[in-house]
């Protein structure tokens, strides 16, 4: 474990099987990719304003998430269990990446965009919680809800959701 990590410039950090998992109390990352079948097991807080998460395995944040540059998923399985606040900033996903959101999420001045060049290698953003847009925020991806995830446009913002997507519960 460590206790803090920042990761900046323009290499990559490869884990390169399952069993390989980096776990650390906070998380900064300005640029880098973190790439590869591993896990990165976030305890605390996690700042991102640069870099990607790209390959097969997982990044698991249990603290709040701060999103403010341009950032990418691909692949990687993204989950965020507490709030995340993003104030600025594109996230591109591509090749079946995933998102899925446990905690309150509120979007600022944020846009969700795909390049993924068929289909079936849509990105996608699954809300067990709440979605609040308190700016202006475009969500691009395929989004889902189950169970009491609700959207919230606050007064004075604009939200749209533009990657259609589904709801159950």
Do not use: C, D
């Amino acid at each position: 474990t460590v206790k803090a990590l920042f990761l900046s410039g323009s290499g990559s950090l490869v884990l390169p099987t399952r069993r390989v998992t980096l776990t650390t109390a906070a998380l900064t990352q300005t640029g880098v990719t973190i790439t590869g079948s591993g896990q990165v097991q976030v305890n605390g807080a996690f700042t991102w304003s640069g870099g990607s998460h790209e390959g097969v395995g997982l990044t698991n944040v249990t603290g709040s998430v701060t999103i403010s540059g341009n950032v990418a998923l691909a692949t990687r399985t993204f989950n965020t269990q507490s709030t995340v606040s993003w104030t600025s900033g594109a996230m591109t996903g591509s090749l079946s990446a995933t998102w899925n959101s446990y905690g309150n999420f509120t979007a600022q001045q944020a846009t969700l965009s795909t390049s993924a060049p068929v289909a079936t290698q849509l990105p996608k953003l699954n809300l067990f919680s709440s979605l609040i847009s308190s700016g202006s925020a475009v969500i691009g991806w395929p989004l889902t809800g189950t169970g009491t995830s609700s959207v919230n446009v606050l007064s004075g913002a604009q939200l749209a959701i533009n990657g259609g997507g589904l709801t159950s519960g």
